[in-house]
C-alpha cells in the first residue's frame, strides 16, 4: 500500500482519483489547491503526489517545483484538461514523472501510478544493494543470502573461542577468507595468521616449514629456520589442503595439538607454543580418510568446531551483490574506471554453475575489467567457456521457484534476440506493446547501474 497525495481544484475527479486508487489499495489524501498540497505533503510523506496542472493560489507547475525542493526523489504525475506537447515537456523538465491528459482514463492512471511504484522499489532495493556493498567491503564478509548469513551467525560464536576449527568447502567457496575473517574477530587479531597451504609444499620440505629447523639439520640448512608454527605462537595457523599433508607428520601435527609442543627438524630443544588451529580441505572428510588421506584420530582433533561452506551455485542470491564488491574493488586495483554490468552479461554470470565458486567469478570479472574497451561489459567481454552456456534456441527453461520478474526479463530478452531487437516485432509476440519493453529494460538496466 502506498500513499498518495491529490491535488485537484475540481471536487468530483478528486473524488474519482481516490476510489480508482483506494480500490488499488492505496491510503488517499485529497487537496484542494497546490497550497494545502504542500501542506499535506510535509504532514504525510506520501510516496506519490498526483496533481492538476491548472489551480488557483498554487499552480501544479510551482507544485511540481516546490515538491521537488522538498523532497526531490518524490514522484509526481501531471494531470490536464488542457494537455499539449508542451504542457508535458515542460512538466518533464522539472522533474514530473508522468503526465496524462484529462478526462483520466483508469487503466492509464493505475499503469502510472503502478510503474511509478516500481520504480520507487527498484530505487529502495540499489540503496539497500549499495549498503550491502559498503558493508561488505567494511566487513570483509563473503555473501548476504540466508545460507551465508547462518554461517557468520555461527562465526561470530566461533571467532571469539579459542577452539580449531575445520572448514569443509569446494575450491573457491572462501575458506581463505573465512579464516581471516575469524581471526580478525578473535583473541588473536593482534597476533600474526600464518598460512601453510600444505599441498604447495614439497614432501621434503614441508615439514621443516611446520616446525622450522636447525642450522645443519640437513644439506643447504646453513642457518636456524623458525617454522610457521613458532611464527603463530599466539596466533592463528591455517593449515590449507590438510589431506594433502603426509601421513608421518600429520602423527606429528598431532602431538603438537594434544601437547602444545615439538622440536625443530634436527633439534633437542622443546618449544612449547598456544596457536589456534584453522584446517580446511576441499574433500569430503569421511571420503579423505577412507583413502587414507586423513588420520581419523586428527581429524577428531581438528574437528571441535566445523563449518561447510556452500558453492556458489548454491547461494546465486550473492552474485550480484558479489559482482558489485568485484567490479568496486577489482577497477581500483587496476588502474580501470568504474565499468557497469549489461542485463545480458548479468543473465550469463548468474545462470552459470560456477564450478570454480567465488574466486572463478573474481577472475572471470577481472578479466572482463581488463579486457573490456567499453564502459559496459557484455557477454562478448566474458571467457568462451561460459558464453558458450548461453540458450540459443527456441526455448527457455526456469527452475521451480524461479522470481517472475527474472522470468518476465528472460523471456523478453529471449525474444527480442530471436527478432534480432525488433521491439515492435517482439512486443506483437509477446503481447504488449512497444513501449512497454521501453520501459522494463531501462528498469533493468537502472537496477544495475545504481
Known amino acids: 500500500m502506498a500513499v498518495v497525495i491529490v491535488v485537484d481544484d475540481e471536487q468530483s475527479n478528486r473524488e474519482a482519483v481516490r476510489r480508482v486508487l483506494r480500490r488499488a489499495g492505496h491510503e488517499v489524501f485529497l487537496a484542494e489547491d497546490g497550497a494545502e498540497g504542500l501542506r499535506l505533503l510535509q504532514e504525510r510523506k506520501p510516496h506519490l503526489l498526483i496533481t492538476d496542472l491548472k489551480m488557483p493560489k498554487l499552480n501544479g507547475m510551482e507544485l511540481l517545483k516546490s515538491t521537488k525542493q522538498i523532497q526531490p526523489d518524490l514522484d509526481v504525475i501531471v494531470m490536464s484538461a488542457y494537455g499539449s506537447v508542451e504542457s508535458a515537456v515542460d512538466a518533464m523538465k522539472e522533474g514530473a514523472w508522468d503526465f496524462i491528459s484529462k478526462p483520466l482514463h483508469r487503466d492509464e492512471l493505475l499503469h502510472s501510478v503502478r510503474t511509478a511504484l516500481v520504480k520507487q522499489d527498484i530505487h529502495q532495493e540499489n540503496r539497500q544493494l549499495k549498503k550491502k556493498i559498503a558493508n561488505l567491503m567494511k566487513d570483509d564478509w563473503i555473501g548476504t543470502s540466508n545460507v551465508m548469513q547462518r554461517l557468520k551467525e555461527e562465526a561470530i560464536q566461533v571467532a571469539d573461542s579459542l577452539a580449531s576449527v575445520f572448514l569443509v568447502g569446494e575450491s573457491g567457496t572462501g575458506k581463505g577468507k573465512l579464516t581471516k575473517w575469524i581471526h580478525k574477530n578473535s583473541p588473536y587479531k593482534e597476533s600474526s595468521l600464518i598460512t601453510l597451504n600444505c599441498g604447495a609444499i614439497p614432501e621434503?620440505?614441508?615439514?621443516?616449514?611446520?616446525?622450522?629447523?636447525?642450522?645443519?639439520?640437513?644439506?643447504?640448512?646453513?642457518?636456524?629456520?623458525?617454522?610457521?608454527?613458532?611464527?603463530?605462537?599466539?596466533?592463528?595457523?591455517?593449515?590449507?589442503?590438510?589431506?594433502?599433508?603426509?601421513?608421518?607428520?600429520?602423527?606429528?601435527?598431532?602431538?603438537?595439538?594434544?601437547?602444545?609442543?615439538?622440536?625443530?627438524?634436527?633439534?633437542?630443544?622443546?618449544?612449547?607454543?598456544?596457536?589456534?588451529?584453522?584446517?580446511?580441505?576441499?574433500?569430503?572428510?569421511?571420503?579423505?580418510?577412507?583413502?587414507?588421506?586423513?588420520?581419523?584420530?586428527?581429524?577428531?582433533?581438528?574437528?571441535?568446531?566445523?563449518?561447510?561452506?556452500?558453492?556458489?551455485?548454491?547461494?546465486?542470491?550473492?552474485?550480484?551483490?558479489?559482482?558489485?564488491?568485484?567490479?568496486?574493488?577489482?577497477?581500483?586495483?587496476?588502474?580501470?574506471?568504474?565499468?557497469?554490468?549489461?542485463?545480458?552479461?548479468?543473465?550469463?554470470?548468474?545462470?552459470?554453475?560456477?564450478?570454480?565458486?567465488?574466486?572463478?567469478?573474481?577472475?572471470?570479472?577481472?578479466?572482463?575489467?581488463?579486457?573490456?574497451?567499453?564502459?559496459?561489459?557484455?557477454?562478448?567481454?566474458l571467457p568462451l567457456s561460459i558464453r558458450e552456456e548461453v540458450p540459443t534456441g527456441d526455448y527457455l527453461r526456469f527452475a521451480i521457484g524461479t522470481p517472475l520478474h527474472v522470468v518476465e526479463r528472460k523471456l523478453i530478452q529471449a525474444t527480442l534476440r530471436m527478432v534480432e531487437g525488433d521491439k515492435a516485432k517482439a512486443a506483437d509476440l509477446l503481447g504488449i506493446t512497444s513501449r512497454t519493453i521501453y520501459r522494463k529494460e531501462a528498469e533493468w538496466q537502472e537496477k544495475l547501474e545504481e
Open 204 to 381: 621434503s620440505l614441508i615439514e621443516s616449514e611446520l616446525f622450522g629447523h636447525e642450522k645443519g639439520a640437513f644439506t643447504g640448512a646453513q642457518s636456524r629456520r623458525i617454522g610457521k608454527f613458532e611464527q603463530a605462537r599466539n596466533g592463528t595457523l591455517f593449515l590449507d589442503e590438510i589431506t594433502e599433508m603426509p601421513i608421518h607428520l600429520q602423527v606429528k601435527l598431532l602431538r603438537v595439538l594434544q601437547e602444545g609442543e615439538f622440536e625443530r627438524v634436527g633439534g633437542n630443544q622443546t618449544i612449547h607454543i598456544q596457536t589456534r588451529i584453522i584446517a580446511a580441505t576441499n574433500q569430503e572428510p569421511s571420503v579423505a580418510i577412507k583413502q587414507g588421506k586423513l588420520r581419523e584420530d586428527l581429524y577428531y582433533r581438528l574437528n571441535v568446531i566445523q563449518m561447510r561452506l556452500p558453492p556458489l551455485r548454491e547461494r546465486k542470491e550473492d552474485i550480484p551483490l558479489l559482482v558489485q564488491y568485484f567490479i568496486e574493488r577489482l577497477s581500483q586495483k587496476n588502474n580501470r574506471s568504474k565499468k557497469k554490468l549489461s542485463i545480458d552479461a548479468f543473465d550469463v554470470l548468474q545462470d552459470w554453475h560456477w564450478p570454480g565458486n567465488v574466486r572463478e567469478l573474481e577472475n572471470v570479472i577481472e578479466r572482463a575489467i581488463v579486457l573490456s574497451r567499453n564502459e559496459e561489459i557484455e557477454v562478448q567481454d
